[in-house]
């Protein structure tokens, strides 16, 4: 991943959306790689900030990672990278976007 994606995503995200950690963050690619690993999800809006226990559990763990699904932190290989992201220090869903910004998604309440 190139220096100035993953500066992009640290600004964006300054802190754990799940956890609210600021240390220790490392930037998780919300939809797995697969085989190959292609740069495509190598995008701001595919991107996001987690401290690296989270990160580790997320993988490790079926509940975490179940919550992870939930809360748009982890995609399935079919959903797109428009779903939102919920974020546990504002207790809002965000858009991610491809330009390195994020937006509040309105509808976020009622979203699952
Ligand atoms: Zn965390």
Redesign the pocket.
Known sequence: MKASIRKLVLERDPY?F????SNDLVVHHRRNRGHGGSKLLDKPEWLMA??A??NGEMESVSSVAESARRSGHKLRSWEASSLPVFDVVTLLWYVLKTDGTKEVYEDGEGYY
């Open positions: 754990c799940h956890c609210g950690e987690v401290c226990r989270y």
